[in-house]
């Protein structure tokens, strides 16, 4: 058949196999609909012909899609010696059937849509392929409407010893995959990046493309479509909601440039994360996030990229908190090569300035590059996630160009 079976797709199946109801939860391109609803379908329906099966995805178009893969398969040379290749009376884009021992209403294979009609028509297998999608979970309009059709329509067509497997990837927090797992039923969820950071499918998607695939595509969508993370769209502080984005290199011309540093407290090699933040304000008020750094750098790695980044970009000023050491670095930097620093005196802790800050993305007054995934990753976790170095420096870079005079600024 043509197919190369992974250790972890082996274990989809048995998954299936052992847990009549289940979720099966897997990133986007590692062969879900391959292994768990076509093979798994036929391997179904060769050891059982007369088995009623119904395949579901979010538009009918896509059903008769998966529908074709499992017929093309059924007609080929390998399985057609098992089962005699020999088509039912109904062979259509949305119902095929195999020779089979009883007389049932219902086809070997049904293809349908979400939220499609399933009148008086009863199931042993029922597969939910994919049928979530952005626009019926964009609202909680829409995901009500699936759930209810998931529930009054769908489930009821499952006759009592059946099976239903619903397999896909995650879109949002309260979608009907978690509500179902959240319901027990048993659940298998599988990320592209595994806690150490190596990849399920090294030979297909290496640590170094999912890299990729996340700055392009921005961390909300990547951790949804390749880690089963939905957390992303709903942050404690930061909603993604409130988010606006520009392309990499769509920002206006003529912007008054500015930046702000987020220091590493330590002079060791092993210091805290240094961030650094650059922003740039339009004629309109429109703040635009020109980039965003976060790394473990001495102090005179520190003082070298600043003096890097101002060469570039020439902001009018690059605000520096106030602490012993920070204004070291900046009189550092002030005799290296005369920059425009500023000292940042603000006594309120970093929840408060963070929601100073969430207020302008409330405002849509903020926009962010959408590669920059680390940094919305950063904003999204907020205050709870691994760092917040990035918050800080972007904090302070959106006061600066907003001109708040509500903490302290003075030159060195």
Same mark, same amino acid.
């Given at each position: 058949?043509?197919?190369?079976?992974?250790?972890?797709?082996?274990?989809?199946?048995?998954?299936?196999?052992?847990?009549?109801?289940?979720?099966?939860?897997?990133?986007?391109?590692?062969?879900?609909?391959?292994?768990?609803?076509?093979?798994?379908?036929?391997?179904?329906?060769?050891?059982?012909?007369?088995?009623?099966?119904?395949?579901?995805?979010?538009?009918?178009?896509?059903?008769?899609?998966?529908?074709?893969?499992?017929?093309?398969?059924?007609?080929?040379?390998?399985?057609?010696?098992?089962?005699?290749?020999?088509?039912?009376?109904?062979?259509?884009?949305?119902?095929?059937?195999?020779?089979?021992?009883?007389?049932?209403?219902?086809?070997?294979?049904?293809?349908?849509?979400?939220?499609?009609?399933?009148?008086?028509?009863?199931? +042993?297998?029922?597969?939910?392929? +994919?049928?979530?999608?952005?626009?019926?979970?964009?609202?909680?309009?829409?995901?009500?409407?699936?759930?209810?059709?998931?529930?009054?329509?769908?489930?009821?067509?499952?006759?009592?010893?059946?099976?239903?497997?619903?397999?896909?990837?995650?879109?949002?927090?309260?979608?009907?995959?978690?509500? !179902?797992?959240?319901?027990?039923?048993?659940?298998?969820?599988?990320?592209?990046?595994?806690?150490?950071?190596?990849?399920?499918?090294?030979?297909?998607?290496?640590?170094?493309?999912?890299?990729?695939?996340?700055?392009?595509?921005?961390?909300?969508?990547?951790?949804?479509?390749?880690?089963?993370?939905?957390?992303?769209?709903?942050?404690?502080?930061?909603?993604?909601?409130?988010?606006?984005?520009?392309?990499?290199?769509?920002?206006?011309?003529?912007?008054?440039?500015?930046?702000?540093?987020?220091?590493?407290?330590?002079?060791?090699?092993?210091?805290?994360?240094?961030?650094?933040?650059?922003?740039?304000?339009?004629?309109?008020?429109?703040?635009?996030?020109?980039?965003?750094?976060?790394?473990?750098?001495?102090?005179?790695?520190?003082?070298?990229?600043?003096?890097?980044?101002?060469?570039?970009?020439?902001?009018?000023?690059?605000?520096?908190?106030?602490?012993?050491?920070?204004?070291?670095?900046?009189?550092?930097?002030?005799?290296?090569?005369? !920059?425009?620093?500023?000292?940042?005196?603000?006594?309120? +802790?970093?929840?408060?300035?963070?929601?100073?800050?969430?207020?302008?993305?409330?405002?849509?007054?903020?926009?962010?590059?959408?590669?920059?995934?680390?940094?919305?990753?950063?904003?999204?976790?907020?205050?709870?996630?691994?760092?917040?170095?990035?918050?800080?420096?972007?904090?302070?870079?959106?006061?600066?160009?907003?001109?708040?005079?509500?903490?302290?600024?003075?030159?060195?």
């Amino acid at each position: 058949m043509g197919v190369e079976l992974k250790p972890f797709h082996l274990e989809w199946l048995a998954f299936q196999d052992a847990n009549p109801r289940s979720v099966l939860l897997a990133p986007r391109g590692h062969g879900k609909t391959t292994v768990a609803d076509v093979l798994y379908v036929l391997w179904r329906v060769l050891n059982d012909p007369d088995a009623r099966v119904l395949v579901v995805s979010n538009t009918l178009q896509q059903a008769k899609a998966f529908l074709r893969e499992t017929a093309g398969h059924l007609l080929g040379p390998e399985l057609s010696r098992v089962w005699g290749g020999r088509k039912g009376a109904r062979w259509t884009e949305t119902e095929i059937e195999v020779p089979r021992r009883r007389v049932a209403k219902e086809p070997t294979i049904t293809a349908a849509g979400t939220g499609g009609a399933i009148i008086s028509r009863h199931y +042993d297998l029922i597969v939910c392929d +994919d049928v979530l999608d952005e626009e019926n979970t964009v609202s909680a309009a829409q995901r009500e409407k699936v759930r209810t059709w998931f529930f009054k329509t769908l489930l009821p067509c499952l006759e009592p010893d059946g099976e239903i497997h619903v397999i896909g990837t995650r879109w949002h927090y309260a979608d009907l995959y978690g509500e !179902l797992m959240e319901a027990g039923w048993p659940a298998r969820v599988d990320r592209a990046l595994q806690e150490d950071g190596s990849a399920l499918w090294p030979e297909r998607f290496d640590a170094a493309s999912l890299a990729a695939i996340r700055r392009q595509a921005g961390a909300r969508i990547f951790n949804c479509q390749y880690q089963n993370d939905p957390s992303g769209y709903e942050g404690a502080v930061f909603k993604y909601r409130d988010f606006r984005f520009y392309e990499p290199g769509g920002e206006p011309e003529g912007l008054q440039v500015f930046a702000a540093a987020d220091l590493a407290i330590s002079r060791s090699e092993s210091a805290d994360y240094f961030a650094f933040v650059v922003v740039g304000l339009d004629a309109e008020g429109d703040i635009y996030v020109l980039e965003s750094f976060r790394d473990r750098l001495t102090f005179n790695g520190q003082v070298e990229y600043i003096i890097s980044r101002a060469a570039l970009h020439s902001p009018l000023r690059i605000g520096i908190e106030a602490t012993a050491y920070q204004q070291a670095l900046a009189q550092e930097l002030a005799r290296r090569a005369a !920059l425009p620093v500023v000292e940042i005196r603000d006594t309120r +802790d970093k929840v408060t300035r963070a929601w100073k800050l969430a207020a302008h993305f409330e405002t849509g007054r903020v926009l962010l590059r959408r590669d920059a995934a680390e940094l919305q990753e950063e904003l999204l976790q907020f205050p709870h996630g691994p760092h917040d170095d990035q918050v800080d420096a972007l904090g302070y870079a959106v006061e600066l160009a907003a001109g708040y005079k509500d903490f302290v600024v003075r030159n060195f």
